[in-house]
């Protein structure tokens, strides 16, 4: 298994563009989430998924869409990126609460820079 | 709503020396508590998880962990440091039927040799 993949590992973007963090996982898990790691804030949520066509907000949700069309895979789009979203990003995975809670399976992260 | 305090932003630490990081939670109910380690540059992998029963936990790497609901701490324990733990350290609470993991701000350890 790859456990958790996510594309790109670095992205440079101008205010403005838009653009699309890839985030894949071949472990069959339902759940999948989206963080944003900055300095001195730790991890902080900004959408989850808890199967395919079912995604809701985290903490941090605005400026971000995101959209799970099936299992594998949950992509977050950032529409217009602004300085504020220089961030690193990481998706996360886990079985669902059917299977008990269990450990989230973090992917390796997306080092995006918004100028 | 539930939040997570890692009062020491920096701990520095002497190879062989035991550590100790803190950890503040706050949650109305039975909470699932995670402490999480992040190698430069690298995800997060879990070191240990807190659901029920024994209130002190094994992990991984040597580390360990007591769940003290009277303080709403979980504290991350290693006896000794290996200069490889030199790494940030983040603790984590969600609800037992929970989709929502809050972390702490994390910790930085520095190992001195």
């Known amino acids: 298994n790859a456990g958790v993949t996510q594309t790109p590992k670095f992205q440079v973007l101008k205010t403005g563009q838009s653009m699309t963090l890839q985030c894949a996982q071949d472990?069959?898990?339902?759940?999948m989430s989206w963080y944003r790691q900055d300095p001195g804030m730790g991890l902080r949520l900004i959408h989850y998924?808890?199967?395919?066509?079912?995604?809701d907000q985290g903490e941090v949700p605005n400026g971000y869409n995101v959209s799970r069309s099936t299992t594998e895979d949950f992509p977050l789009r950032l529409l217009s990126a602004a300085p504020s979203q220089t961030s690193v990003y990481f998706c996360?995975?886990?079985?669902?609460?059917?299977?008990?809670?269990?450990?989230?399976?973090f992917g390796p992260g997306t080092r995006l820079t918004v100028l | 709503a539930q939040s997570v305090t890692q009062p020491d932003i920096h701990i520095t630490v002497s190879e062989g020396a035991s550590l100790e990081l803190r950890c503040n939670y706050s949650y109305g109910a039975t909470p699932y508590l995670f402490w999480y380690v992040q190698s430069p540059g690298q995800g997060l992998q879990l070191l240990l998880k807190y659901f029920s029963g024994d209130t002190l936990v094994q992990g991984i790497k040597g580390f360990e962990a007591e769940f003290k609901r009277s303080q709403s701490s979980f504290n991350l324990r290693k006896p000794s440091v290996h200069w490889s733990d030199a790494a940030e350290y983040f603790c984590a609470v969600d609800k037992a039927a929970g989709n929502k993991l809050t972390f702490g701000g994390g910790t930085r350890v520095l190992v001195k040799p």
């Open positions: 998924s808890v199967g395919a066509g079912i995604t």
């Open positions: 996360a995975s886990r079985p669902g609460l059917d299977w008990g809670y269990n450990e989230q399976f």
């Open positions: 472990m069959n898990h339902e759940y």
